[in-house]
């Protein structure tokens, strides 16, 4: 019976979602048109970095919005726009509630486990008419 309770509060004490996905993760950032090979600028919540479209960018897990920037000067043949990549509620945080973890929870939402993005983003780069 001990035992059964020092492994319940364990279980409670650390979250699950945590544990199963960590803090971090790692996103697919590909454009609609896989000829499209723009830069853009990535905003995340550590700050931002430019990449080349494909690409796979490693940030921490957060409730901000990532920011997908395409800016003009960096590609002649293409608008300035931005799009916005939310972040949602990781299920796995579901696993507190079952072991009653509110210590769990909190654990979670410290470490940005509690939220989760898309593993793959489709950035919709919009080329010139003069360029077509």
């Given at each position: 019976?001990?035992?059964?309770?020092?492994?319940?509060?364990l279980i409670s004490l650390a979250g699950c979602a945590t544990i199963?996905?960590?803090?971090?993760?790692?996103?697919?950032?590909?454009?609609?048109?896989?000829?499209?090979?723009?830069?853009?600028?990535?905003?995340?919540?550590?700050g931002a970095q430019t990449v080349k479209l494909p690409a796979v960018?490693?940030?921490?897990?957060?409730?901000?919005?990532?920011?997908?920037?395409?800016?003009?000067?960096?590609?002649?043949?293409?608008?300035?726009?931005?799009?916005?990549?939310?972040?949602?509620?990781?299920?796995?945080?579901?696993?507190?509630?079952?072991?009653?973890?509110?210590?769990?929870?909190?654990?979670?939402?410290?470490?940005?486990?509690?939220?989760?993005?898309?593993?793959?983003?489709?950035?919709?780069?919009?080329?010139?008419?003069?360029?077509?």
């Amino acid at each position: 019976m001990k035992k059964l309770l020092i492994l319940t509060t364990l279980i409670s004490l650390a979250g699950c979602a945590t544990i199963v996905d960590g803090g971090e993760q790692t996103i697919n950032f590909v454009p609609s048109n896989s000829k499209d090979k723009v830069h853009a600028t990535i905003m995340t919540k550590e700050g931002a970095q430019t990449v080349k479209l494909p690409a796979v960018v490693h940030t921490k897990r957060s409730g901000a919005d990532i920011i997908v920037a395409i800016d003009e000067e960096e590609n002649k043949c293409y608008e300035t726009t931005t799009q916005t990549v939310s972040s949602s509620i990781n299920p796995l945080i579901l696993g507190n509630v079952i072991t009653g973890g509110f210590f769990g929870s909190t654990t979670d939402a410290a470490s940005g486990a509690a939220w989760e993005y898309a593993d793959t983003v489709i950035v919709y780069p919009s080329k010139k008419d003069s360029c077509k």
